[in-house]
C-alpha cells in the first residue's frame, strides 16, 4: 500500500465517521423523501460516500426501482455494497468513478447530488458532471442538491451556469432543477 492510498485511506475514514454522524442528525429517508423519490423510480445517487441516500432511496423504490451508486473513493463503494447486502437490498448498482457512461440515456427518474458540488471544481469539471447527469435524465427527470458549504446563489449558479439545468425551487436545504433543452448539442 502506498503512503498517498494510505493517507487516503485514513482521510476516508475520518470523513466517513463524519458523514454517518450527519446521517444520523438529518435522516436520509427524510431527505429523500421530501425530495420526492418514489415506488419504481430510478435514481442516480452521485457522489454516494457510504451510502446513506443510495440505501434509504433504494428502500424508497423498492424492488421494482433502481438506483445506481456512483462515487469515486473504492472504499465508499464497499461500503455501499456491504451495506446493501446486509440489508438484502438487491436493487442497487455500485460504479466506481465519477462516469455515467454505462447508465442509458434518458433512463433515469432522479440524481441526487448532495454534499458534492464543493468538491467538484477541484477534482472534476461541473460542467462535465452535470451533461453527464443532463444525459442519463429523463426529459421530465429531476436533478436533486443539497450542499451546505455552498450558499444559495453559488449553488445554483453552478448548476444552471451551462443551460443544462433550470432552478425550479427548494425545500429545506434541497434545491430541484429541471433539465432544459441542451444548448450546444447533445453532452
Known amino acids: ?74 472504499l465508499a463503494i464497499r461500503s455501499v455494497q456491504r451495506a446493501a447486502a446486509k440489508q438484502g437490498l438487491d436493487n442497487i448498482q455500485t460504479m466506481v468513478g465519477d462516469d455515467l457512461d454505462r447508465v442509458a440515456e434518458e433512463s433515469v427518474d432522479m440524481a441526487l447530488v448532495y454534499d458534492v458540488l464543493h468538491i467538484l471544481p477541484k477534482s472534476a469539471s461541473v460542467r462535465t458532471i452535470m451533461m453527464a447527469i443532463r444525459r442519463v435524465l429523463k426529459s421530465n427527470g429531476v436533478l436533486s442538491v443539497r450542499d451546505h458549504h455552498l450558499s444559495e446563489l453559488s449553488l445554483t449558479t453552478l448548476v444552471t451556469k451551462d443551460g443544462l439545468f433550470e432552478f425550479f425551487g427548494h425545500d429545506r436545504g434541497t434545491f430541484r432543477f429541471e433539465p432544459t433543452g441542451m444548448e450546444g448539442g447533445r453532452p
Open 1 to 74: 500500500m502506498t503512503q498517498r492510498h494510505r493517507h487516503n485511506s485514513l482521510f476516508y475514514r475520518l470523513e466517513l465517521w463524519v458523514i454517518r454522524l450527519r446521517d444520523m442528525i438529518r435522516s436520509p429517508a427524510k431527505v429523500i423523501g421530501r425530495a420526492g423519490v418514489r415506488t419504481g423510480m430510478t435514481i442516480v445517487d452521485f457522489g454516494c460516500g457510504p451510502g446513506g441516500f443510495s440505501l434509504a432511496a433504494a428502500r424508497r423504490v423498492g424492488p421494482s426501482g433502481r438506483v445506481y451508486a456512483v462515487d469515486i473513493q473504492p
